[in-house]
């Protein structure tokens, strides 16, 4: 059956591609889309919590659908354009294409926009399309999966399967059928895209690293660091979302603070400095890091908890993601890893002082917190506008080397 795909694959990538490439393969339109609805959503938040815009949509609280689309809508959409492109690598069956490929993207772009139709049923029909949407991926990915019994990434599809429920728990609580629940689904939400932002991490980081840096590299991964962070987080997640277990909550996060601590000291190495493509996935690795520690403070001395958030979502689901569609999209373009744009330093720099202003200077400066917030909502579309102007048009095209995908 192997052999059979392999040569599947090897017919289509004879066929010549088309001149307008954004639809053979799935990291070229959500990529795309992510970034674009990464400037667009922080633009709509920036409007509603900065200069108190009249938008929120449909009766939702802001934070309720911010912090919904910023998960549900820009990283799924990430998530999406990665998984849909790793998985051919991983079975060697073709990936989606063509009008289905086109489909599975008017799903999630319909969920965005029905937010703000003016209707009764528009969150409904938002509910529907992210179904839809997460439904869809869900086959796209398993499909090929079993049809080659790859059973090691059935945690993959596992994640993918509690991702759509914690989405359903969230539009219960929104639509009213369930009161209260929504921020269950949020945040059950928001820690399942940490979990595969953490499995991704560990499998392509230290793999990039030792291929990207000039000295010779061995980056570590310990077993009983993957097996007790693994378990520790799964326990943290549980009893943050469900249960009022604050105390325990904190000891986890400096324990998960601490193990990973470990994981950043193995892997690192001073060429990491001179890389773009290497730092930004290392610091992105590192604001993780700091979320579980500013969670902890959070619990014993009292710090704001929307640092910690925004540690884990801005700075590391952030930066590890733009970090993974830049490298993604040279690579599957035909393009050389190690010759990126000359935009990308610039770009990670914006990102990352942008983490730094909305995590760490209300720590130091927490009267002008409103002033910071926006300050980083700009590094952020500017730093998603300069991957638009870099990558755009290689997203577009076909692969340089003249191979279909």
Excluded: C
Aim: net charge positive.
């Amino acid at each position: 059956m192997t052999r059979v795909l392999r040569d599947m694959q090897q017919i289509q990538e004879r066929t010549s591609p088309p001149s307008f490439a954004l639809f053979e393969l799935g990291f070229r339109p959500f990529f795309s889309a992510a970034a674009v609805f990464a400037i667009v959503a922080i633009g709509l938040w920036m409007a509603m919590f900065v200069f108190s815009a009249p938008l929120t949509p449909h009766g939702l609280g802001g934070t309720l659908w911010h912090g919904h689309e910023m998960v549900f809508g820009y990283a799924m959409a990430v998530i999406a354009g990665f998984l849909l492109t790793a998985v051919g690598n991983w079975t060697g069956a073709p990936g989606l294409r063509g009008s289905a490929l086109l489909g599975l993207l008017v799903a999630w772009a319909v969920a965005r926009v029905a937010f703000f139709w003016p209707s009764e049923s528009a969150l409904a029909v938002a509910a529907l399309a992210d179904t839809i949407f997460a439904v869809g991926l869900l086959v796209s990915v398993a499909r090929p999966i079993v049809r080659v019994r790859q059973w090691k990434q059935l945690g993959i599809l596992v994640k993918l399967v509690l991702l759509l429920a914690s989405n359903l728990v969230y539009y219960a609580g929104a639509l009213g059928y369930a009161p209260d629940v929504a921020t269950w689904g949020l945040y059950s939400g928001l820690y399942l895209v940490l979990a595969l932002v953490l499995a991704m991490a560990r499998r392509v980081v230290p793999f990039f690293i030792e291929r990207g840096v000039d000295e010779a590299f061995e980056a570590h991964n310990r077993a009983w660091v993957d097996a007790s962070s693994m378990l520790l987080f799964l326990v943290w997640a549980v009893l943050d979302v469900f249960f009022d277990q604050v105390i325990v909550v904190g000891a986890l996060s400096l324990l998960l603070f601490l193990l990973h601590m470990v994981r950043l000291r193995d892997w690192f190495t001073p060429g990491i400095l001179r890389a773009p493509l290497l730092w930004s996935l290392y610091l992105g690795y590192g604001f993780l890091v700091l979320g579980f520690l500013l969670k902890a403070l959070a619990v014993f001395s009292g710090i704001a908890e929307t640092l910690a958030l925004h540690a884990f979502a801005f700075g590391g689901i952030g930066m590890i993601t733009l970090g993974m569609m830049s490298r993604v999209s040279l690579g599957h373009t035909g393009r050389n890893v190690f010759d990126p744009p000359n935009m990308l330093a610039p770009m990670f720099s914006l990102l990352l002082a942008g983490a730094l202003v909305r995590v760490i200077a209300p720590l130091v400066d927490g009267a002008d917190y409103i002033a910071w917030v926006a300050m980083s909502q700009v590094f952020w579309m500017l730093g998603f506008g300069l991957f638009l102007v870099s990558y755009l048009p290689m997203l577009m095209r076909p692969r340089v080397d003249g191979r279909r995908g």
